[in-house]
């Protein structure tokens, strides 16, 4: 079965600094997807990013961008000149490139904080 | 598009009452699944469907019960609410299964069951 592991149960970021948030994840297949959701005071899953394991470059959307090392196993969301706005609780998931049978695996979540 | 809508927004139970959280989507959307999120938990998935007619157990399928009769609605049903199902709960849709369809999620149910 699938694990998704954030060890980092709380992180907090000056405004306009970098912060990078953790994630590493356990799997037998070779074709996955990952993904980075936020979750606001709003209870709200936002999909931040999404990377396609078959890929080596590594996904970007504006401020935010991960570095995926498929081989480690692990995939950390970099947040450059962070926002209040980024305030949020984030979640690592990840699931099985296709099939009847995919689940979306979660992490516990990380709690980023962002200091004025 | 309204997405995927759930009601009620917030409920309280007594122990030993049933009630069904009820979710729907308008994006003609085949996968739609149910999440429970607890504290330092993460979100955990509970029941998923696949198609009209099809469901399927998740992680933590245990004193719940779903059905699937038509593409749009996907309800949750608990038949008898304990305390530890006391969460925030979750459904979302995906065009089909698998990584490559984005899951958009409703803006969940807050239970408690006292």
């Known amino acids: 079965a699938q694990t998704v592991t954030q060890s980092q149960p709380e992180m907090s970021v000056q405004e306009a600094e970098t912060v990078t948030l953790s994630c590493t994840y356990d799997?037998?297949?070779?074709?996955?997807?990952l993904f980075w959701y936020k979750q606001p005071p709003s209870r709200q899953m936002i999909l931040v990013i999404r990377?396609?394991?078959?890929?080596?470059q590594n996904a970007t959307e504006n401020r935010f961008s991960v570095n995926f090392q498929k081989a480690a196993k692990s995939f950390s969301l970099k947040i450059s000149d962070s926002q209040l706005g980024d305030a949020a609780m984030y979640f690592c998931?990840?699931?099985?490139?296709?099939?009847?049978?995919?689940?979306?695996?979660f992490g516990k979540g990380i709690t980023l904080s962002v200091r004025p | 598009n309204a997405g995927v809508t759930q009601t009620p927004k917030f409920q309280v139970l007594k122990t030993g009452q049933s009630m069904t959280l009820q979710c729907a989507q308008d994006?003609?959307?085949?996968?739609m699944s149910w999440y429970r999120q607890d504290p330092g938990m993460g979100l955990r998935l509970i029941h998923y469907?696949?198609?009209?007619?099809?469901?399927d157990q998740g992680e933590v399928p245990n004193g719940y019960n779903v059905s699937r009769s038509t593409t749009e609605d996907f309800p949750l049903r608990l038949l008898s609410a304990a305390p530890s199902q006391t969460s925030v709960y979750f459904c979302?849709?995906?065009?089909?299964?698998?990584?490559?369809?984005?899951?958009?999620f409703g803006p969940g149910t807050r239970l408690t069951v006292t």
């Open positions: 979302a849709s995906s065009y089909g299964a698998g990584g490559l369809y984005e899951q958009y």
């Open positions: 799997t037998s297949e070779s074709d996955y997807y």
């Open positions: 990377q396609e394991a078959y890929k080596q």
């Open positions: 998931a990840y699931r099985t490139y296709t099939g009847a049978n995919s689940k979306l695996t």
């Open positions: 994006m003609n959307h085949e996968y």
């Open positions: 469907s696949v198609g009209a007619g099809i469901t």
